[in-house]
């Protein structure tokens, strides 16, 4: 399990909000760029803070979102995230940001933060697991590897309780064709009428799929339970914890979990 410190300093910036678009019915992709120029500098795998005054009550919030495209050099005042309506809070939030970009008001954002960013070598097999809207960190990880190796072993592995909630599955498909050492695997929880690729659980797929983890760099994204749970029963397979990497390891230290 690394933690290593990030070497980016945490700054405020001013944004503004480009666009709130649809990537289904409950998840949509927010494009945000500086307003002054600065280049937004993060690691891929980083998150940031959304400073929203959520009610427009003059009360601001600080919400965490990973960012969920790569930093690119030639555009580096702009990044997206991925925010899904799944409350009555989130979608407040989404409204909020349909009328800072209608309006052309700002948004602060603080960046970059996380010791879960992509930091491992590229030399070596990548295994890259999400549950739900973790999929976001594990695409901007993606893009990145892909970016600076396009011929790493790369094994994505996506499970969601819901055939509708594989909001991003072109997107992953386009990569396993156009890649070779990219393989992509969705998965489903339980059976689905419609469905017709993987069930169970995530470490259940990753056992019939893949025979040996001990060299595998492998980065998680999901609830705590999920992260460790994966963790323990793939350790049969070879993986190692300290080539595990998860923003979990810093919000929910394994000594204060439950035993899964």
Known sequence: MNNAATELKVATHACKVVSVEPLNQATFEVELTSLKG???????????????????????????????????????????????????????????LHQLSNNQEQVDIRLAMG??????????????????????????????????????????????????????????????????????????????????????FIYQVIQETLSDLSKAQTYLCGSPNMVYGTIDKLKSLGLKEENCYSDVFEFAPRDSQVAV
């Open 38 to 96: 600065a280049s937004l500098g993060f690691k891929a795998g980083q998150y940031l803070q959304l400073v929203l005054d959520v009610n427009n009550d003059g009360e601001f919030q600080s919400l965490s979102y990973t960012i969920a495209s790569r930093f690119n050099p030639e555009q580096p005042t702009c990044l997206k995230l991925i925010i899904q309506k799944t409350s009555e809070f989130s979608a407040k939030v989404l409204s909020r």
């Open 115 to 200: 010791n879960a960013f992509l930091q491992t070598s590229l030399d070596l097999p990548h295994v890259l697991v999400a549950a739900g809207s973790g999929i976001s960190k594990i695409k901007c990880i993606t893009e990145e590897i892909l970016q600076q190796r396009p011929d790493a072993n790369i094994d994505i592995y996506w499970s969601n309780r819901n055939e509708h909630d594989f909001f991003l599955l072109d997107q992953f498909y386009d990569w396993a064709v156009q890649y070779k050492n990219l393989n992509f695997i969705p998965i489903l929880e339980s059976a689905g009428i419609n469905w017709s690729g993987q069930t169970g």
